[in-house]
């Protein structure tokens, strides 16, 4: 999943022209939009997070890559923690 935080996506015709020029580079790409966040998820399926970025900024926005940090997940997995807990 790679997802961008894209301040300037305020309205339905900003998330029909994101999701087009996702489409345009990654067909296959599932694309979800939240429109009170300006967060785009994505997940591609044959390009890279650059890509991505690139065909959104083509298409006249400014996306910003959210990292995603997976230490705790892994930390919870080294002591055996199954993530019930909270």
Do not use: N, W, Y
Not at 15 to 23: E, L, M, R, W
Not at 24 to 52: C, K, N
């Amino acid at each position: 999943m790679i997802s961008f935080t894209v301040s300037d996506m305020t309205c339905g015709h900003c998330v029909a022209s994101i999701t087009k020029a996702v489409k345009s580079v990654d067909q296959g790409a599932d694309v979800r939009t939240d429109l009170a966040t300006h967060r785009v998820e994505i997940d591609p399926t044959r390009v890279s997070a650059t890509v991505l970025r690139d065909a959104i900024t083509e298409a006249g926005f400014t996306p910003v890559a959210i990292e995603t940090d997976a230490r705790p997940a892994i930390a919870a997995a080294a002591s055996g923690c199954k993530g019930c807990c909270g």
